[in-house]
T-cell receptor
Framework: QQKVQQSPESLIVPEGGMASLNCTSS?????YFWWYRQHSGKSPKMLM?????GEKEEGRFTVHLNKASLHTSLHIRDSQPSDSALYLC????????????FGTGTRLQVLP | GALVYQYPRRTICKSGTSMRMECQAV??????VAWYRQSPQKTFELIAL?????????EQNFTQEKFPISHPNLSFSSMTVLNAYLEDRGLYLC??????????FGSGTRLLVI
């Protein structure tokens, strides 16, 4: 069964710092990744998706993808306390984006 | 915009009883509905995926006998947890998507079993 591994499990960064989160899929057929953010007591909200090798930037958020290693990373620069949340990585196949497998999540805490 | 509502938000049931939860897509027609469970001990687990014109596919460790799902139209899905026990506790999330689109999640139904 496909697994999506995220690391670290938890991360604490100071306000204004850089947070880096990692995610790797065990399914070699996966070619689409999503990053979701879930604030406490709320539903997950999609942050960014990526399916091409390389980098994608949206504001303070940058996502990298290395398809060969099935590894994606999310980087948050100038971290804010409001970024504190559970970050979930999800992987799927572009041929069937309906089935999405989530990782264990990284709990980010940004200290003011 | 696309919204997904789940009902109830929270429910408590006695061990061995069953409870039904609902998922409603608003503002779009969901061609796929995925039910997940987020429990304290485990990760975000995919229970089953329901896609229009396809049979509902259950993941390993989840069965139709335990988690029957109904997806009668493109905006509504329901799932029942039969004979709920402690290990069934958690937040049940419904995600709905259009064709080749990202999932929009509801706020979840939190199930407590006593």
């Amino acid at each position: 069964q496909q697994k999506v591994q995220q690391s670290p499990e938890s991360l604490i960064v100071p306000e204004g710092g850089m947070a880096s989160l990692n995610c790797t899929s065990s399914d070699r057929n996966v070619d689409y990744f999503w990053w979701y953010r879930q604030h406490s007591g709320k539903s997950p909200k999609m942050l960014m998706s990526i399916f091409s090798n390389g980098e994608k930037e949206e504001g303070r958020f940058t996502v990298h993808l290395n398809k060969a290693s099935l590894h994606t990373s999310l980087h948050i620069r100038d971290s804010q306390p409001s970024d504190s949340a559970l970050y979930l990585c999800a992987a799927g196949r572009s041929s069937n984006t309906n089935k999405v497998v989530f990782g264990t999540g990284t709990r980010l805490q940004v200290l003011p | 915009g696309a919204l997904v509502y789940q009902y109830p938000r929270r429910t408590i049931c006695k061990s061995g009883t069953s409870m039904r939860m609902e998922c409603q897509a608003v503002g779009f027609q969901a061609t796929s509905v995925a039910w997940y469970r987020q429990s304290p001990q485990k990760t975000f687990e995919l229970i089953a995926l329901s896609t229009v014109n396809s049979a509902i596919k259950y993941e390993q460790n989840f069965t139709q006998e335990k988690f029957p799902i109904s997806h009668p139209n493109l905006s509504f899905s329901s799932m029942t947890v039969l004979n709920a026990y402690l290990e069934d506790r958690g937040l049940y999330l419904c995600g709905a998507s259009r064709q080749h689109s990202d999932y929009t999640f509801g706020s979840g139904t939190r199930l407590l079993v006593i």
